[in-house]
Structure formats: structure tokens, C-alpha cells
């Protein structure tokens, strides 16, 4: 079965930091674009972060640019979200997503049940 298995979420003050992880299984994402969706209760999807397998170029939605991270670790076969200076409209349960290019990261397929990011004020 195809899937990833994303972690690392949970409750943090406004101004701290996690780390979200996300590790693939039944598959690698050595061939594969990878990135992080975040949806907020009433809101629509929104495209935070992606990574490109064959240059390392990564993109930001601007709101979070200069707060979030996104990394690959190749040997562990994951990918990293580290998100600092957290915010309550960061909060949303995000979602690793995988894709063929981040030029088309509004295409990524989502193969998790997401992980939960509370930001308290």
C-alpha cells in the first residue's frame, strides 16, 4: 500500500517552533517533487512548501517565507518541514504531498492523513 505517514504536529505558543516529518512507505521519493498542503477548518487548501527532487529548488507560499524550512534527507528517505515563529494562522492539519515538478504543486496528490499544527496566541 502506497502511503506516507506525516508527524512531528501538535500544540505550540505563538513564536515556537516543530518540526514536521514525513517518511513514504511502499515507495521512495527519489523519483518525486515533494511538498506540504495545510488546510485550516473553512478555509481552502492552501500550498505551503515544496522541494524538487532533480535541483533542490524549494518554494514558499509568502506568508510563511523566512519562518519555514523545507529539507530532504535523502538516506532516511524523508522530508522536513521546520517551522519557526509559528503563528495561530499557521494553524491547520498539513498534509506531504508528492508530485512530478513543484512548477505544478497545485497537482500534488496527498497520500496521509495529515498532521495536526495548533498555534495558540
Known amino acids: 500500500e502506497v502511503q506516507v505517514v506525516e508527524s512531528g504536529g501538535g500544540l505550540v505558543q505563538a513564536g515556537g517552533s516543530l518540526r514536521l516529518s514525513c517518511a513514504p512507505s511502499g515507495f521512495t521519493f527519489a523519483d518525486y517533487a515533494v511538498g506540504w498542503f495545510r488546510q485550516a477548518p473553512g478555509k481552502e487548501r492552501e500550498e505551503v512548501s515544496c522541494i524538487s527532487r532533480l535541483n533542490g529548488n524549494t518554494y514558499y507560499v509568502d506568508s510563511v517565507k523566512g519562518r519555514f524550512t523545507i529539507s530532504l534527507n535523502d538516506v532516511k528517505n524523508r522530508v522536513y518541514l521546520q517551522m519557526n515563529s509559528l503563528k495561530p494562522e499557521d494553524t491547520a492539519v498539513y498534509y506531504c504531498?508528492?508530485?512530478?515538478?513543484?512548477?505544478?504543486?497545485?497537482?500534488?496528490?496527498?497520500w496521509g492523513q495529515g498532521t495536526q499544527v495548533t498555534v495558540s496566541s
Open positions: 504531498v508528492t508530485g512530478s515538478s513543484c512548477l505544478l504543486f497545485a497537482d500534488f496528490v496527498s
